[in-house]
T-cell receptor, first 110, second 115 residues
Framework: AQSVTQLDSHVSVSEGTPVLLRCNYSSSYSPSLFWYVQHPNKGLQLLLKYTSAATLVKGINGFEAEFKKSETSFHLTKPSAHMSDAAEYFCVRDDYKLSFGAGTTVTVRA | EPEVTQTPSHQVTQMGQEVILRCVPISNHLYFYWYRQILGQKVEFLVSFYNNEISEKSEIFDDQFSVERPDGSNFTLKIRSTKLEDSAMYFC?????????????FGPGTRLLVL
């Protein structure tokens, strides 16, 4: 079965430092991929999506992700973390139904 | 900004009881979904629904589950006879179209606890 793997279950960063959340996908073709974020007691919110257009995708709140076919990766980055970025992040692939990674919990230290 | 809403936010029920989880999708959306997340596990697809029919369902979505769009605004998930293992967070989602790459908009979830 096609899947996504989030390589880190938990990432802790200091405020103002870069954030990197890693995601690899398994596929024999270029899938549609998303990053969603879930803040406590909130629904899943779309950060950005890749649908075979530009490989560098910009999302909301300063996040971006780069699709690298050679590495089957879709890592999420942000140059400078903010306290409000503390949340759980999901890498998701679309095969007409969404398949979620296990999630990465981000904590931001003041 | 339009959003998907779900009620109740929390539900506690006894094993064997029926529960109905309610969702109000975004008003002009045509495709509806249910997902669930058991504590500590991945978010899993349950079912997709379009044009008053189930489009696709997962192995989890057995005869104990059903979905319905009883009117023009609500989308419900019914579990006929709950089991302990049905305890999970249930998310409703909707999208304007059903193609690959279409954004699905999620509600905040209903946390179901079966005792």
């Amino acid at each position: 079965a096609q899947s996504v793997t989030q390589l880190d279950s938990h990432v802790s960063v200091s405020e103002g430092t870069p954030v990197l959340l890693r995601c690899n996908y398994s596929s024999s073709y270029s899938p549609s991929l998303f990053w969603y974020v879930q803040h406590p007691n909130k629904g899943l919110q779309l950060l950005l999506k890749y649908t075979s257009a530009a490989t560098l995708v910009k999302g909301i709140n300063g996040f971006e992700a780069e699709f690298k076919k050679s590495e089957t990766s879709f890592h999420l980055t942000k140059p400078s973390a903010h306290m409000s970025d503390a949340a759980e992040y999901f890498c998701v692939r679309d095969d007409y139904k969404l398949s979620f990674g296990a999630g990465t919990t981000v904590t931001v230290r003041a | 900004e339009p959003e998907v809403t779900q009620t109740p936010s929390h539900q506690v029920t006894q094993m064997g009881q029926e529960v109905i989880l309610r969702c109000v999708p975004i008003s002009n959306h045509l495709y509806f979904y249910w997902y669930r997340q058991i504590l500590g596990q991945k978010v899993e697809f349950l079912v997709s629904f379009y044009n008053n029919e189930i489009s696709e369902k997962s192995e989890i979505f057995d005869d104990q589950f059903s979905v319905e769009r009883p009117d023009g605004s609500n989308f419900t998930l019914k579990i006929r006879s709950t089991k302990l293992e049905d305890s999970a967070m249930y998310f409703c989602a909707s999208s304007a179209a059903g193609g690959l790459g279409e954004t699905q908009y999620f509600g905040p979830g209903t946390r179901l606890l079966v005792l």
